[in-house]
């Protein structure tokens, strides 16, 4: 528990780096209670609080906070590897003393954009929205709610990118709607057109000002129809079809940055949340009693909570372990048919109606595979790097969401 007298076997912050003092305070569980209380000033702290804090202090008094921690080289926790004692003590510096990234993110007036804005902007983060739009951007995040924020139009991007710490690249056509020969050009060109130029904007800066980069490919496992038995990793091979295409694509435009820019490809799932994606539209069916699996069911449904794919985007920020292939998919995926069955329990309602392939076919012609072809993804780069899910399991994820206030 926090605050709890330090054991005479701990040993002293010298001989064992912050870490130590991290365990003697009462370890992972502590983490928010410690990081919510070192900000209110010494009184009212527990001693094994003032212990943590007093620790953090000479850590970045000493020269070895935030820029060593973040590489993992931190000399007050000597142990040789970046482990969750070093990443707790540099949240709790970011936290306490108000240490600052300022990241530029396209597509921030999106599903998952959105909430990653908020998140920065509640953290005191410098935020930079890059966007087409100015005026429907401000609509989104007006100056009396996000002080602060930049908003830029294309031709001041370059700026805003040369001062940022890093970019997250989020921007692209929606791919849940009918494809015509045009769409499925927009749906590729505006994607690799828009990372094509953040790459380019990133190389122009200097080595010293280069940011880091978050882009996000998404269905790149997909193959020519379903498949129910194999299941996909950061290490198995591209799909064929015309959405794996556009992921292969999409990533070599990224990979065209800078050697000395860290890039994370981060390959989402489904993103679930009340305010959009796929959930946002299958509610108010099964809140009619029209609700049902689409297709057979069999397919695989790899999902991710939005509150989920935020972290992982913001652990990839702030952690240099961070990078190269990750998938961005809850550790348990379902099938599609179960992940009906437990929104259909959540909101009292039952799953019954299913929507078969050729009513999906009729409605979106080529772009029902979306939702017809399933695979079954797993994170095992996130799971290595010890990124802690808040939703491991759908039904969890699903309760949550529906408990949250609109």
């Not at 929205?129 to 991007?157: C, H, M, N, Y």
């Not at 080595?207 to 980069?213: E, I, K, R, V």
């Not at 702030?318 to 259909?344: F, H, W």
């Amino acid at each position: 528990m926090v605050g709890e007298e330090r054991p005479a076997e701990v040993k002293t912050r010298k001989e064992r780096g912050c870490g130590g003092w991290v365990e003697a305070v009462g370890g992972r569980k502590g983490v928010g209670k410690v990081c919510r209380r070192l900000g209110e000033g010494w009184e009212g702290l527990s001693k094994g609080e003032k212990e943590l804090k007093r620790a953090v202090r000479g850590c970045v008094k000493a020269g070895k906070g935030c820029s060593r921690l973040e590489r993992g080289k931190c000399k007050m926790y000597p142990f040789g590897s970046f482990t969750w004692q070093a990443w707790f003590i540099n949240r709790l510096i970011i936290c306490w003393l108000g240490t600052e990234m300022t990241v530029s993110v396209t597509g921030a007036t999106g599903f998952i954009g959105r909430r990653l804005v908020q998140r920065l902007h509640a953290d005191n983060h410098r935020v930079r929205v890059l966007t087409r739009s100015r005026s429907k951007a401000q609509v989104i995040f007006p100056v009396k709610d996000f002080p602060g924020i930049v908003i830029a139009e294309e031709p001041e991007w370059k700026d805003c990118i040369q001062g940022s710490n890093a970019v997250v690249n989020l921007a692209g056509m929606p791919i849940s709607t009918r494809w015509s020969p045009e769409i499925k050009k927009e749906i590729k060109d505006s994607r690799i057109r828009v990372t094509s130029k953040v790459t380019i904007k990133i190389f122009s800066a200097t080595a010293l000002a280069s940011p880091n980069m978050i882009n996000f490919p998404f269905a790149f496992y997909k193959c020519s129809g379903s498949s129910e038995t194999r299941v996909f990793d950061e290490q198995s091979p591209s799909g064929n079809d015309y959405l794996a295409e556009v992921c292969r694509e999409w990533e070599a435009s990224a990979l065209r940055v800078n050697m000395n820019v860290r890039l994370a490809l981060i390959r989402i799932g489904v993103v679930l949340g009340k305010d959009g994606g796929a959930l946002a539209k299958m509610i108010p069916l099964f809140m009619m009693f029209a609700g049902g699996p689409l297709g057979s069911g069999r397919q695989w449904f790899s999902w991710i909570h939005l509150d989920d794919i935020v972290n992982l985007i913001y652990e990839a920020l702030t952690n240099p372990s961070y990078k190269g292939v990750i998938n961005g998919t809850a550790p348990n995926p379902v099938r599609l048919g179960e992940m009906c069955d437990q929104l259909g329990s959540v909101l009292g309602r039952p799953s019954w109606l299913p929507v078969p392939d050729f009513a999906l076919k009729a409605v979106l012609g080529e772009g029902a595979t979306v939702v017809l072809d399933g695979q079954k993804v797993v994170p095992a780069r996130a799971k290595e790097l010890g990124f802690p899910f808040r939703y491991p399991y759908v039904k969890d994820a699903l309760r949550a969401i529906m408990s949250q206030e609109s």
